[in-house]
């Protein structure tokens, strides 16, 4: 709660606290679907912020690893939902940023890179589609020595 630095005694920033059984309860909701379209569509951009967040950053006891692994998929597929029902309702923008976000959570994940692309896609912007692609292609293989989906490889395939 407190910093000293240069002799000074100051309040430290108080990281953002998330209510980690809301988080959890949203999380769960987006999986399930259980949130319509028009509330994706209505809702503020900052009603995602819990999924965004980490819990538990800096434990590594056995317990905490396990809640943080926890969290962590299920936030991915959360992220992952949500992500995509943007897209369906044309919220590219915080599609795509949704999608970035669940890279961060997991970055061989495919659905959200495929989310992605064909955001990019629809705006018919083909070369950064491709290029998404082609990034993870190139992921994949080095990391994994996979390729993409057949599902991903028919999507890009109509950029040619």
């Known amino acids: 709660m407190l910093q000293a630095s240069e002799g000074r005694i100051v309040l430290a920033e108080q990281p953002e606290c998330v209510d980690i059984h809301a ?3 949203l999380a769960h909701a987006l999986v399930r679907r259980s949130i319509s379209k028009q509330e994706i569509r209505t809702s503020s ?3 995602w912020t819990p999924l965004k967040s980490v819990v538990l950053d800096g ?3 056995e317990q905490s690893v396990s809640v943080q692994q926890e ?4 936030r991915l597929l959360a992220l992952d939902s949500l992500s995509q029902m943007l897209l369906a309702c044309e919220e590219m923008l915080l599609a795509v940023e949704m999608a970035e976000s669940a890279i961060k959570v997991d970055p061989l994940s495919e659905s959200p890179h495929r989310t992605i692309t064909a955001a990019f896609m629809r705006r018919s912007d083909n070369a950064t589609a491709w290029r998404v692609f082609q990034d993870y292609s190139t992921v994949l293989d080095t990391e994994l020595g996979l390729m993409p989906s057949l599902e991903y490889r028919e999507l890009v395939s109509r950029i040619k």
């Open 23 to 25: 988080a959890w309860d």
């Open 45 to 47: 951009p900052e009603r």
């Open 59 to 61: 434990e590594s006891d």
């Open 71 to 74: 969290w962590n998929h299920l």
